[in-house]
């Protein structure tokens, strides 16, 4: 069955320093999107992007963060400057051109010290 | 301001003791509504999408129903392997965001 598979599973990082969070969405979705979900929290949206473009974002989603599909397969979310409330469970998501379901990825923690 | 409420926070319930999670929205033109599983340290399994008032949908001792306010995951008989969090997310349809806003969730416990 097709998945949306995310890594790294787990990246501790330093405040202050750069990060890199991939995602291989499945296949023949073309509607990606990152959502965030801090320990003990709820799922919350970051960014959708389509047709190599950002479609929306939330008022998380500030300078400090960037998404990129480098190639036809990989989509990634960049952390510039990590901050101690970066810390959190970062999951990727994928859906098809007719439902409006999601996929997610097994997803990515974050810990920055 | 929540668009989506679950209720209760926390369920524990015993092995084949059915009982229902609710879902309340308040969104203009709902487009979808979608049910998923999350077990600890793992992304959102999807399990249902509904899409209109008096619609149902069912996968094992799961079954999901919508009215124009708030949906219901019922559990029947339920058994340890359901125990995870389970999550409602809403899609606003015309005039509103497409993207999927998700409630708490509800945790459930389900004792042996």
């Known amino acids: 069955e097709p998945e949306v598979t995310q890594t790294p599973s787990h990246q501790v990082t330093q405040m202050g320093q750069e990060v890199i969070l991939r995602c291989v969405p499945i296949s023949n979705h073309l509607y990606f999107y990152w959502y965030r979900q801090i320990l003990g929290q709820k799922v919350e949206f970051l960014v959708s992007?389509?047709?190599?473009?950002?479609?929306?974002k939330s008022e998380i989603f500030d300078d400090q963060f960037s998404v990129e599909r480098p190639d036809g397969s990989n989509f990634t979310l960049k952390i510039r400057s990590t901050k101690l409330e970066d810390s959190a469970m970062y999951f990727c998501?994928?859906?098809?051109?007719?439902?409006?379901?999601?996929?997610f990825g097994e997803g990515s923690r974050l810990t920055v010290l | 301001e929540d668009q989506v409420t679950q209720s209760p926070e926390a369920l524990r319930l015993q092995e084949g003791e059915s009982s229902s999670l609710n879902c309340s929205y308040t969104v203009s033109g709902l487009r979808g509504l979608f049910w998923y599983r999350q077990d600890p340290g793992k992304g959102p399994e999807f399990l249902f999408t509904l899409y209109s008032a008096g619609e149902e949908k069912e996968k094992e001792r799961l079954k999901a129903t919508l009215t124009k306010k708030e949906s219901f995951l019922h559990i029947t008989a339920p058994k340890p392997e359901d125990s995870a969090t389970y999550l409602c997310a809403v899609q606003a349809g015309a005039g509103g965001s497409y993207i999927p806003t998700f409630g708490r969730g509800t945790s459930l416990i389900v004792h042996p």
């Open positions: 992007f389509y047709n190599n473009e950002i479609s929306e």
């Open positions: 998501a994928s859906r098809g051109q007719v439902t409006g379901e999601l996929f």
